[in-house]
């Protein structure tokens, strides 16, 4: 059961928020300005942060425990990432604006930060600088991924040619 609460001391987090890329070339108090934003979802083992066809609604920053992001076709489930602190997910689908293709789901008892659509939004309307500096640095993210992806894809169509 996914119980939601204010995050209220910045000390705590300002850590892990100040290591990842999303705040890439961000000032303290724009990360502060961020922070103010974010709610806190505490999960059991088992809980769905979302599944595959949800809309997207936020961007999910893992505080500690064990996210798993699975990707299913039919009855086939592979579990594709394990997410742990100072990871991010939903942020693809977020930008996109497309449903999520991938089911992210506890696999311990967990505590995310989530950047919610609406605050985004909100960020968006009252801060463009900030706002516009945390798309690019999730493009380039997304880029690192997509580039990762490919290089995945080319290693295992040059095994399968040696096998053939």
């Known amino acids: 059961m996914i119980r939601t609460a204010p995050l209220t001391d910045f000390k705590s987090v300002s850590e892990i928020i100040s ?27 088992g809980d769905l942060l979302f599944q595959k066809g949800d809309e997207p609604s936020a961007i999910y920053i893992i505080k500690n425990g064990q996210i798993d992001i699975q990707i299913t076709d039919g009855d086939v489930t592979i579990n594709k990432h394990e997410l742990h602190c ?9 930008l996109s604006m497309h449903c999520h293709t991938a089911t992210a789901r506890a696999a311990t008892d967990s505590e995310v930060m989530v950047l919610s659509k609406r605050a985004l939004i909100q960020l968006k309307h009252e801060d463009l600088e900030l706002f516009a500096l945390l798309v690019m640095n999730l493009a380039r993210e997304l880029a690192r991924r997509l580039h990762f992806t490919d290089q995945l894809l080319l290693e295992a169509t040059a095994r399968s040619a040696k096998l053939v």
């Open 86 to 94: 100072g990871e991010c997910c939903g942020e693809a689908s977020l």
């Open 19 to 45: 290591q990842l890329r999303l705040f890439g070339g961000v000032t303290d108090s724009q990360r502060e300005g961020v922070f103010r934003r974010l709610e806190l979802w505490k999960v059991e083992e």
